[in-house]
């Protein structure tokens, strides 16, 4: 999943940033209100993270020109304004959920959780692919009943070919999938991801085809 983080406090948005990327995600941060809604423009993320407090223009303006966009992206709101007539105020914005500073990290994580499984694959939890089965907010993945042992980067590839099955998916997109403006991905990363993840993918009836010219798709293997 790529989560933008919209916070102006560099301690609380590396923070944030360590703990999503080592759940597996791919992370982007932006320090104003301004940068924010020019990644949200621009870029397609799965979730973010929108302090209120933010300059140029603060989260709550950010919030409105998403929703005005008609853009359905879920939004985690942190801030460390309280009070009732708050939380209302930006839930009534389009807000999905309301974290106040300060906060525990886990308990961000489990949010970010649970919105992305109210979100995620438009609402399906989880994804099949002939024996192989996907648990995309948990990051987890089983052959039958097996647990499929894999890295993060390795189900973030497994993710993204998985939610376009039967599909081409291109060498870029995959890079955009598993990157952060932060942590770039060499064609020779990539490369070692794919291997590893078709080494893994041996025994699940299931395998990563490569579409020459064109980029990889993820099928079913058809007995002989």
């Known amino acids: 999943m790529r989560i933008l983080i919209a916070e102006d406090d560099p301690s609380i948005a590396s923070g944030v940033s360590a703990t999503l990327r080592q759940s597996g995600h791919a992370v982007d941060h932006a320090a104003t209100g301004l940068l924010a809604d020019t990644a949200l423009r621009n870029t397609p993320y799965d979730l973010v993270i929108l302090d209120l407090g933010l300059p140029g223009a603060d989260g709550s303006e950010v919030l ?9 992206l879920p939004v985690l709101v942190i801030t460390a304004r309280e009070g009732l007539r708050e939380r209302v105020r930006v ?10 500073k300060p906060f525990a990290l886990a ?3 489990a949010r970010v959780r649970a919105l992305l499984r109210r979100y995620t694959a438009q609402g399906a939890l989880e994804l099949t692919l ?9 990051h987890r993945a089983w052959v039958d009943d097996m647990p499929l042992e894999l890295t993060a980067r390795e189900f973030g590839l497994l993710e993204a070919l998985a939610t376009r099955p039967e599909r081409v998916t291109s060498r870029a997109q995959l890079i955009e999938a598993l990157c952060s403006w932060d942590d770039e991905l060499t064609d020779n990363g990539l490369d070692i991801a794919i291997h590893r993840l078709r080494r893994k993918l041996a025994d699940s009836g299931t395998q990563v085809r490569t579409i ?5 798709l993820l099928e079913e293997v058809t007995p002989e």
């Open 64 to 72: 409105q020109r998403v929703r005005k966009r008609g853009d359905r």
């Open 130 to 138: 002939g024996r192989l089965r996907l648990d995309l907010p948990g």
């Open 91 to 100: 839930l009534d914005l389009g807000a999905d959920d309301y974290l106040v």
């Open 107 to 109: 308990e961000l994580e």
């Open 212 to 216: 020459r010219g064109l980029g990889y």
